[in-house]
Each structure stands twice: as structure tokens, then as C-alpha cells.
């Protein structure tokens, strides 16, 4: 799978991310700093976002030191449904109910051992279509619509 990946930083749960997706053969696009530099949450949240509403990546993965800066700033890409998880069960649902397509991390929560659990999930987890979330997800594409127009 095509993977959009980007952080605002690098610390070690970055590259314990990386080393996770490149483990199980996902062909990644990093967008971020190198070691020991920052860059704009804003822009790393965008490349991402864009590289997904584009189909140049199937996926994205953000993480900032909160999650929310990166997840406000995808989900401001018409198409995104950037989804911020603390937990394997919020990034089931995430996956399953709202066809969420950027997973957002936390990097002062989330820790080596947690963020392999919710990568898990994530991955191993496909929206089901159903009359309910398809009606939701109609809306959403709507208001990604009406953003456009304006």
C-alpha cells in the first residue's frame, strides 16, 4: 500500500512508525524533518492530505505533538477524513464507520508499543458500506463540495 507519512518532528515514535510500515512492505513517502529538525505542522499535514485526496497514496499517517494541528489541517483537503486516535478502538471506528483515510498520532501520548496497536488496527480494518455511514459520508463529501464552491 501507498503511504503518505509526515510528522512536524522526529522523535523516536516517528521512526519506530517508519520501521513499522516499511516492516510490512508498504512503499512510504516521508514528509517532515530529519533527525533533530522541525517543520511547519501546517505544510507536513498538507503534503499528506494532498498526496491522499490525489491518489498518489492510499493512506496517510500525520502526527504533530498533539494530533489535533494535523488533523484540523488534512481534514481541510476536500476528500480527507483525517481521523485523530489515541487508541487501536477509536482508529477501529475511525476505519469502519467513517471511511477515515489520514490516521492522526499524538506524539506526546502515543509510544512505540500503543502506536503499533492502533497501526494494527488501522490497517486491518476497511470501512463496511451500510446505508447509515453511506448517508453520513454523502454529507461529508457535500460540505467538502460546498468548500470548494466558495
Known amino acids: 500500500m501507498r503511504i503518505a507519512f509526515g510528522a ?13 510500515l516499511q516492516e510490512r512492505g508498504h512503499d512510504l513517502t516521508w514528509y517532515g524533518p530529519a533527525a533533530g529538525d522541525t517543520q511547519p505542522w501546517p505544510q507536513v499535514a498538507r503534503q ?5 485526496a490525489a491518489g ?3 493512506q496517510g499517517v500525520l502526527c504533530c505533538w498533539t494530533g489535533t494541528g494535523v488533523s484540523m489541517a488534512a481534514n481541510k483537503v476536500a476528500g480527507v477524513r ?9 482508529a477501529r471506528g475511525a476505519r469502519l464507520w467513517n471511511g477515515a483515510n489520514v490516521l492522526c ?7 512505540p508499543a500503543l502506536a503499533s496497536e492502533i497501526l494494527k488496527t ?3 480494518t476497511q470501512y463496511q458500506p451500510n446505508p447509515t455511514d453511506d ?16
Open 8 to 20: 512536524d518532528e522526529r522523535p523516536a515514535v516517528v521512526d519506530h512508525i517508519q520501521a513499522w
Open 48 to 52: 499528506v492530505a494532498e498526496d491522499v
Open 56 to 58: 498518489r497514496a492510499d
Open 82 to 90: 483525517a481521523a485523530l486516535c489515541a487508541d487501536a478502538e477509536t
Open 105 to 111: 498520532l499524538s506524539l506526546r501520548t502515543t509510544t
Open 122 to 124: 488501522w490497517f486491518e
Open 135 to 150: 448517508a453520513c459520508l454523502a454529507q461529508i463529501e457535500e460540505l467538502d463540495a460546498q468548500r470548494q464552491e466558495s
